[in-house]
């Protein structure tokens, strides 16, 4: 069979994606009458034509998108099998996190104290800093906007806590915000995945690395050279495990809150995905307009990343991919291994737009009339509290919680959130991966050292 050129592939798969999505509707709704024994040999068959189209395209990105619709099948029509696969997609998690640490160790020291001064190190950290704060302040305002106009919390009725299970949200102190930020002990960082520990970990060292003399510093200099090429090659055998992980975490998803959750919260869930994709159109789109970046091999660098990051809902997931895409499409090395881990602490976009909604939701659903002033406060204080959740599961939950401790708020809407955040973490964890592998451009360009790469990454 004569192979398919790219444009027919495209329209192919499409084509497929939009087939399933209208045979899994026709079951969920029973429209035309149509069965399940009708239905489910469809749909399985629309999968094996896919599973063609992806051995012809020859893609990691597309088994990784065909392993979420077989996710799905599974999950949707076997959850007795699927609910036990989540431990494919936790061996993939795991195999994830050990390369976080080594990863961000190396590149970071090789980045500060081999190729770069500190001067220019300061000055880029300064930038970043800057850039990051407006980004996540538009992010926060966009959500409280979002929320305010389609009061998705307004007249919901509260129901009782699982039961066993309760919600204590504890209020965090500046102090223990700001002592957070610092590691104790570094083994204890690195099992806990404090990423923002382990970066300022990583920048005092390489520091410290810069202000001794050739002869000391070169032995460490090359020992971490060569840990992140051997990291880089490390991550490219694990994503080979990719679609399996992917696949099993969408089967497992599916099958531990049914595709019928998307009905019963669509009003929440339509808010935080249409309030995403506003700030991805009219904050980020403009951003890279105005930074000249190329659209097109910028697209190409990030589906793989954030299709891994959407499918596990985990931004590490995503990490290794990202810097190794963006230092592929011309971006330094010493700039992606500083700005895209820090990014990770402080450019968290997608949760912090997530976060400002999800707050009101919590007071809307309590029947709470909060002002604008007082939304505002929380807001502000949302910005203090978000940064460096990324290393941390279920952070944002975190968050939420001793947000609502804070400004009084009861925790029982919360259980509601509880029952698709996992959907929600899809969306807004894309997000901060696309969020952050932009800033990596942005910087590299506002220091002049963007190399536009002659080849589609």
Known sequence: MPTLNKGRLSLLFLSIVVAYGLLMLAQENNWLGLGTPVLIPLRIFVLLIFGYLVIQKKSLTAWILYSMFVGTEIGYDNPEVAIHLQVLSKIFLR????????????????????????????????????????????????????????????????????????????????????????????????????????????ILFAIGLA???????????????SLAEVMFKFTRVVMYFAPVGVGAAIA??????????????????????????????????????IAKVPLKKFINAIIEPVSIAFATTSSEAALPKAMENMEKLGVPRKIVAFVLPTGYSFNL????????????????????????????????????????????PRASLVILLGTAASFGLPVAPIFIILGIDELMDMARTSVNVIGNCLATVVIAKWEGEYVEPADTV
Do not use: C
């Open 95 to 202: 195999l994830i996190k050990t390369i976080i640490a080594p990863l961000l160790f190396s590149t970071l020291v090789v980045g500060i104290a081999g190729h770069a001064s500190l001067k220019q190190v300061g000055r880029m950290g300064l930038k970043s800093l800057i850039y990051f704060e407006v980004v996540t302040t538009i992010a926060l305002f966009i959500g409280l906007f979002a929320i305010n106009l389609t009061k998705a919390g307004v007249g919901i009725e509260l129901p009782p806590p699982p039961p066993g299970e309760t919600l204590v949200g504890q209020k965090q102190t500046a102090e223990e915000v700001i002592l957070h930020i610092f590691p104790e002990n570094i083994a204890k960082s690195i099992a806990d995945g404090q990423v923002l520990q382990i970066v300022v970990f990583s």
């Open 211 to 225: 202000l001794v003399n050739e002869a000391k510093r070169k032995p460490m200099l090359d020992f971490t050279e």
């Open 252 to 289: 497992y998803t599916v099958s531990h809150m049914g595709i019928g959750i998307l009905i019963n919260l669509f009003q929440l869930l339509a808010t935080l995905y249409g309030a995403l994709i506003f700030f991805l159109l009219f904050v980020l789109l403009p951003v890279a307009l």
């Open 349 to 392: 976009d997608g949760t912090t737009l997530y976060l400002s909604l999800a707050s009101i939701f919590v007071a809307q659903a309590a029947g709470i009339d909060m002002s604008w002033g007082e939304q505002i406060v929380m807001i502000l204080t949302l910005m203090i509290t978000s940064k460096g959740v990324a290393g941390v």
